[in-house]
């Protein structure tokens, strides 16, 4: 199903599940690369990007199995070292695989890798890092050849805390001789994930959640089971979708503790929020209050995955407001489309100055990229009449299911067929 169809201009009323988390499942299964034994992660998102590194990890000798949610995966035989184009260029995260091959096999070919289309996105930060731990890279054409005798533990300092930067460097250190100290790491919630699972598995790390990490190395690592946290930028999605919307709206396994700046603004804006063990509920009616500026940055900011989404929402608001984008530049595709749903943004440099009080009508859109499709998703659902968002298998690189999630919801959304079938259903 390549296009989403919605019916617009309802309440959100329901209840969904959150789902195990994209950004913490990809690295931790870079990592079982490192592992000699059976790793069971338990609650993996079934999505694009997660079976996209199923199939890099098979390709190089991983054995991979689902049982519903649940990822077995065994890395006892790692027999090849080369990545396949085909998923690399189309995933960012594949990068991190290089420090976990480095740290296990010494060695790895791979293409740049590929990813969103949100804006600049190298990978120098990386390779500093890797080197700095004995590996040396030869470029050919867009191919990356890395090896290295051995891995010595140094001290690194991050002169950006890259997510990515950061996770590779640990897995490049786990298996490396003496201690690695790394300075100036990124502190998301989904890299604490990967080191309390590199630990599980019998690496030592310390100052996990920390800008400082220190990574003692060890011989080798054994099978253990894990379970991914709930995906805090899919309940962010929701949540925001609920305030934009009008509604009430429970998430259930909603990772409350990662979601601080999301949760303060969704209070400024007006929303009632109840947390307790089990996730939120929001419940909003009337008029969003747009808050006079906002940035996103680094954890624990506002998060730049729910930048798209939070524009978006912004048309609603009671009055105008902007938002500047400080991680990724080319990251305000998705204001284009909004714009021919009646959205007026303008997008200067790396703020977008969002006019509020507008009613967005549906119309056919196309979505360029994973969080901007999301965006369209919920513009669609705010919108009066019907709207198409093309391109659906970006979002599913993110989301495991945004239909049945936002059908929950109550709301008239499906492909052709099915939408066709609800809405005869209904009449
Ligand atoms: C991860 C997340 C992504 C999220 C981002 C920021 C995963 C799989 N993806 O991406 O969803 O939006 O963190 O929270 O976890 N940079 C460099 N050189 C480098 C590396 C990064 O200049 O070698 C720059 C990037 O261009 C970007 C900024 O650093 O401007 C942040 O990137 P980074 O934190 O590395 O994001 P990712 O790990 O790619």
Request: glycine share 6%; aromatic share 8%.
């Given at each position: 199903m390549e296009c989403i169809q919605i019916q617009g201009g309802n309440k959100l009323s329901g209840e969904v599940d959150i789902q195990g988390s994209k950004n913490a499942a990809l690295p931790i299964m870079a990592a079982c690369i490192l592992v000699q034994g059976i790793v069971v992660l338990e609650n993996c998102p079934r999505?694009?990007?997660?079976?996209?590194?199923?199939?890099?990890?098979?390709?190089?000798?991983?054995?991979v199995k689902w049982e519903k949610n649940v990822l077995v995966l065994d890395a006892r035989q790692i027999t090849e070292s080369r990545l396949p184009r085909e998923y690399v260029t189309r995933m960012r995260s594949s990068v991190m695989v290089a420090g976990a091959m480095l740290g296990r096999c010494r060695e790895i070919t791979f293409h740049y890798p590929g990813g969103c289309v949100?804006?600049?996105?190298?990978?120098?930060?990386?390779?500093?890092?890797?080197?700095?731990?004995?590996?040396?890279?030869?470029?050919?054409?867009?191919?990356?050849?890395?090896h290295a005798e051995r891995l010595t533990g140094c001290r690194i300092s991050l002169p950006f805390p890259s997510v990515g930067a950061t996770e590779n460097t640990v897995l490049a250190a786990v298996l490396a001789e003496g201690v690695t100290e790394i300075y100036g790491c990124a502190r998301e919630p989904e890299i604490e994930a990967m080191c309390g699972f590199l630990n599980c598995a019998g690496a030592k790390i310390k100052g996990i959640g920390s800008s400082h990490i220190t990574v003692e190395g060890v011989k080798q690592l054994h099978g253990c089971t894990w379970k991914v946290a709930s995906d805090r930028i899919v309940a962010g999605t929701y949540l925001i979708s609920t305030l934009a919307a009008g509604g009430d709206v429970y998430l259930k396994h909603a990772p409350v503790g990662q979601m601080e700046s999301v949760l303060s603004l969704a209070r400024v804006m007006g929303a009632g929020l109840i947390c307790d063990n089990e996730g939120i509920r929001i419940v909003q009616s009337g008029l969003l209050t747009a808050p006079d500026s906002l940035n996103t940055g680094v954890y624990p900011a506002f998060p730049t995955d729910l930048q798209s989404i939070l524009l978006a929402a912004l048309c609603r608001a009671d009055k105008d407001s902007s938002l500047t984008e400080r991680i990724f530049n080319g990251r305000f595709g998705v204001a284009e489309e909004l714009n021919r749903m009646g959205a007026r943004i303008r997008v200067e440099n790396n703020t977008a100055y969002v006019t509020g009080k507008r009613q967005l009508h549906g119309c056919n859109v196309t979505a360029q990229e994973l969080r901007g499709g999301a965006a369209l998703v919920l513009a669609g659902v705010m919108a009066s009449g019907y709207t198409q968002v093309y391109n659906r298998h970006f979002i599913d690189r993110g989301y495991e299911d945004i239909v049945r999630d936002f059908k929950s919801l109550g709301v008239s959304i499906g492909s052709k067929e099915e939408f066709q079938t609800d809405e005869r259903r209904k009449s």
């Open positions: 999505i694009l990007d997660v079976e996209f590194m199923c199939r890099i990890l098979r390709s190089v000798g991983v054995w949100i804006g600049d996105r190298p990978i120098d930060l990386h390779v500093k890092a890797l080197k700095q731990l004995g590996a040396v890279f030869t470029e050919s054409d867009d191919m990356l050849y890395a």
